[in-house]
C-alpha cells in the first residue's frame, strides 16, 4: 500500500484526485491540506465524496507533512509549489506537482512568462509527465512536472505529425476552448454562473502561460525551436477542452495516410483514442475519463490539416494525468483507479 | 459469469446501463437489442464507449433472443415492454423491466392511467424493485418492476416518516425537477437544446403517470389508501431529480428527531446518504453514481416538514437501480458495479 | 424631462435598471454611483452597454447626491438602503427602492427577519409597489418600497384566489425556483459556473427572508393573519423565476370558473398574461421582460389547486417593476420603456 | 406603413423576424406562412410573443402571398427559397431572402457546394446584404440575399485589414463557434439538450457551405481569388457566435495602428463596435442585438494578427441583418427596429 497526500485538496484539481484515488486499490489517502478548509472534513466542503472520503483538512506545514506520506501531489498555484516541493524532495518523497514550476526546462523562458525560479536546481531533475512520450523517463524520476491542460491536449494531438515531419513546423496555430472549471474555485466575478452561461469569449489573446509550455514540447518533437499562435477561450460548461489545431502539410497526405501516422505511434496507447477519418471528438465524450480522443482533416483546398483533441481538462489535463504518472513512479498498473467509462449524457 | 442483455440499449438508460455493468466484474454484456441502430456498435452511437464496450446492436425477436443471456434489462416504453416480458419469463430468464409496464399491482389502476393491459398474470408475480424496501422479495422474484425516476426519489424521502406515523398522510405534496435526460433520446421539439436551455417550467401538472405508482406505495407503506399531489418540472440540465416534498407533520417534532427516524429506518443502507439538520442535498452531488441523498427542515410556524430527495435519475432512478435489482436477483455483492463516486463539478 | 439616478448601478439590478432606462423617452440617467467602479464607465463594466449608456460610476455622499436628479433608484443591499433614502426623501426626493427595508410595514416583523430598523418613520408611507394591487397609493407617495423578486411571482400568483375566497389560507405551499442572477454578482464560491451548471437544490428552507413579505401582502387580501410554506431553489440559468403555488380549494371549482376568476381580477393589466386553460407558463417565454404570466390546474382528485407563476427576476422581478414603479410615482404611461419583446429562444 | 410578409415564420430565424418587426414603427407585419403550424397563432407557438404578435399562420401559394404584403422575408430552407423568390420579384415584391440561395455570384461555385441552381437568372440582380460594405447597391435593388451567420462575423471582422492589404490574403484561418440556434428547429438527435449541454466539438470540418460565401467577399475585397480555412464548431449556448480569426500580417503592426484602420473603416457604423486596444468581444454582450463586437491582438512573436469577432447569430447573424436591409431598401431610418439594448445578464 502506498501512502499518498494532497497538497491543495480543496481545489477542483485536488478533489478530483480525492475522486479518483477512491478507484486505486493500491494506494492510502493519508493527508489533505488546506488552509481554508482546516479542520473540515473534505467531504463537508465537497458532498460527493460523503460516506467515501473520510479525510479532513489540514493546515501543516512542509515539516510537519513529510512523514505522513510516501508521494505528494501539490496542487497549488505556480510559485507556492517551488517553495514546497524542494523540502519534499529532499526527504526523499516523490512528487507529482500539477504547478507550473518544473515544467519549463528553461528558467529564463520560466522567468520571462511567470516571475523570478527559487528552486532552479530542481528542473534538471524534474519530467515531463506526458506518459505517452515521456514514460521512461517518469518511472525514473522523483519529480513529475504534471503537464497543463491545454498542452496536454494540443501535444498529444500533434506529436505524429510532427515526428514524422509531416507538417510545418512555423505554420502551427491552435486555438483551443476549455470548460470553467480550467479556472479553478476562487470567487472571481469573471467566473461566477451569470457571467459565463449562454456566453463565449477569447482571454489571454496571444499571451497565455502555456504557450512556451508547448513551444519546448513542440521544439523537442521536430528538433527545432518553434514558435506557435494560441488563443484559449472560455467555454460555457464546466469539463472538457477541445483544442483545433491547424498546420500546414508538409507534402500532400490522404486521410488515411495520417491515420496510419496516428495509429503507428499511439499504437495501444490506453488512454488516446483515435477517431475514425470523418469523425470527429467532443468532450462530452471524454467526461470524467483519462482519455485523449483525437481526430483530424486533411483540407486539399488549402494544404493544411485540422487536427481535434480532445480532454477533460480535470483528468487527462490534471488529476488523471497526474494518477496516471504515480502510477508509473510507483511500478503500479498505469491505467489502475483511471478505467471510469465517460459519463454521457 | 452471468450473462445479460439489454434490450432497447440505444436509449439514454440503456446506454448507461451498458456504462455501469463495464463496472461489474461478474457479468457480461452479450446482446443488445437496438432497431434504430442495428448493426452498428453501440460506441458509435455513444462515442464515450469507445474502447470499452464492444458489442454491436441487434434487432431481434423475443425468440431469438431468450438463448442468448440469462437475465434481460428491458428498456423499452410502457406497452412494448408487456409485449416482451411474458416471453423471456417463460424462457425461464430473469427480467428487470424498466418501463412502467409491471409497477402497479392493480390492473385497473394501470388502465385509468395508461391503456389496456395485455399481461396482468405477470402483475402478482412482479416485485416493485426499491431495494431498500422490497429486498427479500427482490431475490425471490424472476421479474422486477424496476420504480419510476420521480417515485424513487419520493418514496424514499417519504418511507421513513410514513412507516412511523410522523406525517398526515393526506398532506402530502411533491414538487419534482428532473433533468432533462428524462424525456429521453427521441428527436423531440420539446427537448431540443434552445428550448431547454436558460428556461425552466412544469409539465404534466396533476396528471403525470408516476402518480399512481407513487400512490400505491405510499399507501402500502402508511396502510391506508392515499392521493397525493405531484407536478414535475423540467430543468436545463442533464442529469438529476430533486423531489421536495410537503407534509403536515402528526404532532411537533425536532429536526433532531426527525434525522434519528431517517437513521433508524436506513442504518446501514449503502445508497442512501441522510444530510445533516441544516443542510440539503444538491443533485450536481449525486451526478453520475446510485445515491439518494435525502435532507429535511421541520417548519414550527407551519407545523409542516419539508423534505429534500436527490438523485441522478438515470442512475439510481433508472440504470443504477436496476443494477442493484440485478444483483440481489443474482446473488451478487449489491454494490457490485456502483461504486463510482458521483462526478463533481 | 425627468431626471434619475442609480444609487448602486453595477449590481445586475442597477444594470437592468440602466438598460431599461435607455428605452424611456422621457427619463434621463444623470447620475449612477458604484464604489467598487468609481471613475469607471458603467459600459466598461458591462460591455453590453457600449456605445449605448455614456454615464461613470461616481462615488458619492448622499448629500452631493439629492442635487443630481429628481428620483432615485436605490439598487443597494438592505441595511444600506435605510441609511440612504431618509436623506433623499426629506431633499424632496422621489424614491423607488429595491431593498427590503421599506417593504414590511411593521418594524418587529422587519427585525425577526433582518436586523434592527432605524427608519422606522419612514415606513407608514411607503407604498408597497405592486402595481397590479397599489396602483392608487403609487401615485401618490414619495417613497415605493420595490416587492421582492419570489413575492412578485407568488402574490400576483394568488391575489385572485384570495380575493374571492376561493382558496382555504391555511394551506398555502410555495415551491419557488429561481435563476442565479437572482443572487447577485458579488464573487461567491456557491454562484460560481461550476458549482451552478447542471445542479438543482433548495436554499433557505422554510426561512427565506421573503416569507414575511408574501404573508403581509396575502393577509392582506384574504383580510386574515396567515402564514405560509415556502421554499426557494437555486436554478442553474441565469433570469427567471417560477413559483409553484399549492393551496386548498374552498369548494370544487372547473378550470373554467378559476379562469374567470383571473380574468375578472386582471382584466386589462398591460403586464399579466393568462395562459388558456391545459397551458403553463415558463421562464423562457417571459426573459428580459416585465410580464408576469400566470396558469394553473384544478386538480379534483386532492380538491387542491396548483398555480404557475413565471417572471423574469431582474425585470417584473425587480428593474422592470421599479420603472413600472416610477412611470406612475412621475405621472408616465405605465409601459413606458417595458414594451421590450420577451428573448426567444 | 409598408406590409410585409414572413415566410417561413415558425423557425426560429422567421419568429425572431417576428420579434423584432415589434418594434419598428412603419412595418406592419401582414402575412405568416408556416406549412406545420398552418391556422395556429405564431404566438401559440412562440409563447414569447403573447399579446403582442396577434397574426395566425398560414399555408400559402406563392400567388395567394403576393398580394398581401410589399416585401417579403423568405425564411426558408435553400432550394425551397429559389422555388419561390422569382415569383415574388416577378410580381414586383422586394424580397429579402435568408436562404443560401442568392449569397453566391457564379452558379458553378453554388451547384459544387450545394445542389442544381434552377433561378440563376436572379444571381445578377441579387446584392449581398451586407449593409456596411454594400449599402449603395441593396438600397438599389429588389432582392438582397441576407449574409450567412458566419460570414457577417468574419466579413466585418477582416474588412478592414482586407481592404488595407494588411494582411497576407492566403493565411486566413477561421475557427468559428456557434450557438445551437444556429441549427434551426427542426427536432434532430444531433441538437438535443442533453446532447449538447456540457459539450464541444467541431463539425463539417474544412466543408462547411459557409466557406465559399467567405471566399467570395473576402476575395472582392482583396482583389484577388482566395481559399480560407473554416472551421465551425457548437456550443453549449442558445445564440451567439465568436469568430476567431488568424492572418499574417504583410508587415509589423502595432496595435494601435491596427486600431486606427478599423476606425477609418467603419467610422460612424452604428452596428460595429470596436473593443479598445487589449479587451476582446463576448457573445453575451451581443445578446439579443444587432451589433458586431470587434477586437483583435497583433501577435509579434508569430507576425500574425488574431481578430476576435462576436455577434447575435439570430440578429446581425440572420433576422437583425435583414430588417436593417429593409430599412435600407425601404427608405426607413436604417436602425429602425434594432436599437433594443442587448440583454445580459
Same mark, same amino acid.
Given at each position: ?13 485536488? &478533489?478530483? #484526485? ?24 473534505l467531504a463537508e466542503v465537497y458532498p460527493n465524496l460523503a460516506g467515501l472520503v473520510d479525510i479532513v483538512c489540514e493546515d501543516l506545514k512542509t515539516d510537519e507533512l513529510v512523514g505522513r ?18 523540502? #519534499? ?10 504547478? @507550473? ?17 527559487? @528552486? ?9 509527465? #506526458? ?22 491536449? &494540443? ?5 505524429? #505529425?510532427?515526428?514524422?515531419?509531416? +507538417? ?5 496555430? &491552435? ?26 469569449? @477569447? ?11 508547448m513551444e519546448q514540447e513542440i521544439s523537442k518533437l521536430c528538433q527545432k525551436q518553434v514558435v506557435i499562435s494560441f488563443t484559449p477561450h472560455l467555454l460555457p460548461m464546466s469539463r472538457g ?40 471528438? @467532443?468532450?462530452?465524450? &471524454? ?17 493544411? +490539416?485540422? +487536427? ?35 459519463l454521457f449524457p
Amino acid at each position: 500500500m502506498i501512502n499518498v497526500g494532497i497538497v491543495g485538496a480543496s481545489g477542483y484539481t485536488g &478533489v478530483e #484526485l480525492a475522486r479518483l484515488l477512491c478507484n486505486c486499490p493500491d494506494v492510502k489517502l493519508t493527508v489533505a491540506t488546506s488552509r481554508q478548509y482546516k479542520g473540515k472534513k473534505l467531504a463537508e466542503v465537497y458532498p460527493n465524496l460523503a460516506g467515501l472520503v473520510d479525510i479532513v483538512c489540514e493546515d501543516l506545514k512542509t515539516d510537519e507533512l513529510v512523514g505522513r506520506a510516501d508521494l505528494f501531489f501539490t496542487a497549488v498555484p505556480h510559485q507556492t509549489a517551488m517553495a514546497i516541493v524542494p523540502d #519534499l524532495l529532499k526527504a526523499g518523497k516523490k512528487v507529482v506537482d500539477l504547478s @507550473a514550476d518544473f515544467r519549463l526546462h528553461d528558467a529564463e523562458v520560466y522567468e520571462k512568462w511567470y516571475q523570478k525560479h527559487t @528552486a532552479q536546481e530542481f528542473l534538471a531533475e524534474a519530467v515531463y509527465g #506526458l506518459p505517452e512520450l515521456h514514460r521512461e523517463k517518469i518511472a525514473d524520476t522523483q519529480l513529475v512536472a504534471n503537464p497543463g491542460c491545454y498542452p496536454t491536449s &494540443v501535444i498529444l494531438g500533434l506529436a505524429p #505529425l510532427l515526428q514524422n515531419g509531416a +507538417i510545418e513546423n512555423e505554420s502551427i496555430i &491552435v486555438d483551443s476552448k476549455s470548460g470553467t472549471s480550467g479556472a479553478g474555485r476562487a470567487a472571481q466575478t469573471g467566473t461566477l454562473f451569470c457571467e459565463v452561461t449562454e456566453g463565449f469569449k @477569447a482571454y489571454k489573446v496571444a499571451a497565455h502561460r502555456h504557450t512556451p509550455e508547448m513551444e519546448q514540447e513542440i521544439s523537442k518533437l521536430c528538433q527545432k525551436q518553434v514558435v506557435i499562435s494560441f488563443t484559449p477561450h472560455l467555454l460555457p460548461m464546466s469539463r472538457g477542452i477541445l483544442s483545433t489545431i491547424y498546420a500546414e502539410l508538409s507534402k500532400p497526405f490522404s486521410d488515411s495516410e495520417v491515420h496510419g501516422l496516428y495509429k503507428d505511434f499511439y499504437g495501444d496507447e490506453h488512454f488516446v483514442r483515435l477517431c475514425e477519418p470523418g469523425s470527429f471528438p @467532443a468532450t462530452q465524450f &471524454v467526461r470524467g475519463s483519462n482519455y485523449c480522443d483525437i481526430g483530424f482533416k486533411v483540407d486539399d483546398r488549402t494544404g493544411r +490539416i485540422v +487536427i481535434l483533441s480532445a480532454i477533460d481538462n480535470l483528468v487527462k489535463g490534471a488529476a488523471g494525468q497526474a494518477v496516471q504518472n504515480m502510477n508509473i513512479m510507483c511500478n503500479l498498473p498505469e491505467t489502475s483507479g483511471l478505467l471510469t467509462v465517460p459519463l454521457f449524457p
